[in-house]
């Protein structure tokens, strides 16, 4: 019953992929991961069968400025509001 949509800004997502590049041994040019994940995103809003966009009923959740647990903690507050305004 509830969609959630997850975005940040593109640099905070290009440095997130580039750290996990990282970490995984891989080298990084950060330019280069940024340009890819603008492309890759270009690519899924652009695609004929189910493009990556907000949904008009979706929840939009900017987890720029947020770690994992922050983002898990806004999630549940809107199940938790959503259980609240449907109780029986």
């Not at 580039?18 to 809003?45: H, K, M, N, W």
């Not at 069968?49 to 922050?70: K, M, N, V, W, Y």
């Amino acid at each position: 019953d509830l969609k959630f949509f997850l975005d940040a800004d593109l640099r905070v997502r290009a440095g997130r992929r580039g750290r996990d590049l990282s970490l995984a041994g891989t080298p990084i040019d950060e330019a280069r991961v940024q340009e890819e994940v603008a492309r890759r995103d270009a690519r899924d809003a652009g695609r004929a069968h189910s493009p990556l966009r907000l949904a008009p009923d979706a929840i939009r959740i900017d987890s720029t400025h947020l770690g994992p647990e922050q983002v898990l903690q806004q999630m549940l507050d809107a199940v938790r509001q959503f259980i609240q305004q449907h109780k029986p």
